[in-house]
């Protein structure tokens, strides 16, 4: 027995001999990152886009007016599903897979950004370890949580490929434009008017390298005219072949439709400006000061190119927190492009903080430590791996968490079969999921752009009756009457919960640890009496 362990060990160290440093801490990366974001399903919208791709493939066609929302298919509201072939190719992977294929699916979709990226700047991770490593594993840790199953997942890698497309092109490496068109066609399919972030990437590098320029450390070197005129050629066909999807030029101009809508950007998290109170923003100045940290100390001379993308993506980042992973993954070959020419031991020592030690390690002294630092990662990886699995195998198995939805209020709901429900806009999609094929429909649900379609109050729309309902700012009680609203199901602690509470005409129903339950005490619907409440 001894033997055959101590023959599996040598062997191992055999294998790890084989595998460089630099490779062996990215696979370390990912498999730290894997274990430590959650299995549980934590998006709202996800609800929604499943249920899309389940009709339309049902039914064989793109619909074009609201099929979900009790409100809006009673006024007809206009509504196209922008992002089609992600709802359908959500549904079709959780029809045959469940939600474990989709965990699967968006853990895949990171995976290959990261691996792309990581993969490009392997010279660096070899040359300048530590600086490479420090950037992938913040880039690792962070973007990562904002792989849900939703359209972004896709958009990223579709993105992040054609994005390093267009520097290989410009910097002389490999002409790959010929894509970039095709590129664009899948995004605008799965992802509607996030390819327009396509256009405007070609559109800024070919105009930042069409001058020569040099202002101190700032420079600019324009581009033979053959390659400009294929950057326009390539621009005019992307945008051309955007037209070909179902939707038309509305996929395209949906994000403006949305972004002048100031109320949704006061009040949908992801549109509102980056706070930097919270992770989110700590992160971004992170990612701020190494690219400027980058840019500063090397001995390149800043690209327009570089900075112009910088100074954009950063900009977004502060005015819609949901742009920041863009700025990430825009940012990380800016960032490795200065970090080549940065010599960080050198650096320090000038600075005389300490002076390099010039005797090198023999070449079987430097394999012993390189396997020695791989053995402690490996005893860390398992011993993590065994502290977390358990939970983490449960989490996989049921990650639907009755802390983030009302799994159980559903089946009240049912029971009661309310025709005129006023719902938490959180919600929304979930009851669309559940509760559609039982003909109970939501008042409002993740798909922002429609409701801002007008609503009964004057000269508000639907999303802006719902924040007043909700937030109790104005005529809670006339809203109510006006839309005829016959039940509320919404968060327990809230605002609108203690008012509905001390109302004498609102029945409360049902009450759990996430949700309530109230119907209108003149509403008869349903005939089980009124009087009984779940906890």
Not at 354 to 365: A, F, M, T, V
Not at 385 to 394: A, N
Not at 428 to 435: K, N, S
Not at 514 to 526: A, C, D, K, M, T
Request: aromatic fraction near 20%; charged fraction near 20%.
């Amino acid at each position: 027995m001894i033997k055959y362990f101590m023959k599996e060990v040598k062997n191992l160290i055999g294998y790890l001999k084989k595998i460089r440093i630099e490779n062996f801490f990215l696979a370390f990366t990912t498999f730290l990152i894997i274990c430590v974001k959650p299995f549980k399903v934590k998006s709202y919208d996800m609800w929604w886009h499943l249920k899309t791709g389940e009709w339309i493939i049902k039914n064989g066609k793109i619909p074009n007016t609201d099929i979900f929302s009790w409100y809006g298919i009673s006024k007809h509201f206009s509504w196209t599903a922008h992002e089609w072939l992600t709802d359908v190719t959500y549904f079709s992977i959780y029809k045959f897979f469940n939600f474990q294929g989709l965990l699967i699916f968006t853990y895949l979709l990171w995976f290959a950004v990261f691996l792309i990226f990581a993969s490009r700047y392997k010279k660096s991770m070899k040359y300048r370890f530590s600086l490479s490593f420090l950037w992938l594993l913040l880039f690792s840790s962070y973007t990562i949580f904002f792989f849900y199953v939703r359209p972004q997942s896709i958009s990223f890698l579709l993105l992040s490929i054609q994005y390093l497309i267009l520097i290989d092109y410009v910097d002389n490496k490999q002409d790959r434009l010929i894509f970039i068109p095709f590129i664009s066609l899948l995004i605008v399919n799965f992802h509607g008017g996030i390819a327009i972030s396509s256009f405007i990437m070609i559109f800024l590098i070919m105009i930042t390298n069409a001058f020569n320029i040099e202002i101190g450390k700032i420079k600019s070197t324009k581009l033979e005219g053959k390659k400009l005129i294929k950057l326009v050629k390539t621009l005019v066909l992307t945008i051309l072949i955007s037209f070909i999807n179902p939707i038309g030029y509305k996929a395209l101009t949906y994000p403006f439709l949305t972004m002048k809508n100031t109320f949704f950007m006061d009040y949908i998290s992801e549109w509102a400006s980056v706070d930097f109170h919270s992770g989110h923003g700590v992160m971004l100045i992170i990612f701020f000061m190494l690219i400027i940290f980058a840019m500063l100390l090397s001995n390149k001379k800043i690209k327009v190119q570089h900075l112009c993308i910088f100074i954009l993506y950063f900009y977004s980042s502060l005015k819609y927190s949901r742009m920041i992973p863009y700025f990430i993954f825009y940012s990380t070959p800016i960032y490795f492009y200065y970090l080549e020419d940065i010599d960080l031991k050198r650096m320090i020592q000038n600075l005389g903080i300490y002076k390099i030690n010039k005797i090198k390690e023999s070449k079987s002294q430097e394999t012993k430590s390189k396997i020695m630092i791989k053995m402690v990662v490996l005893i860390i990886c398992f011993i993590f791996f065994m502290v977390y699995y358990p939970q983490r195998k449960e989490e996989f198995y049921n990650p639907i968490s009755n802390e983030t939805y009302p799994v159980e209020g559903i089946e009240v709901l049912k029971k009661y079969n309310p025709q005129k429900l006023y719902n938490h806009y959180n919600f929304g999609g979930y009851l669309i999921f559940t509760l559609h094929d039982e003909g109970i429909f939501p008042f409002i649900d993740g798909r922002a752009d429609l409701f801002a379609n007008k609503g009964e109050m004057n000269h508000s729309s639907v999303f802006e009756d719902y924040i007043k309902v909700n937030h109790l700012k104005e005529n809670t009680d006339e809203i109510l009457k006006i839309y005829d609203i016959d039940s509320i199901f919404t968060l327990k602690d809230c605002s609108l919960t203690q008012y509905l509470k001390a109302k004498s005409k609102w029945h409360l129903i049902y009450e759990d640890h996430l949700v309530v339950f109230f119907i209108r005490e003149e509403n008869h619907i349903s005939s089980i009496p009124h009087t009984k409440i779940y906890k």
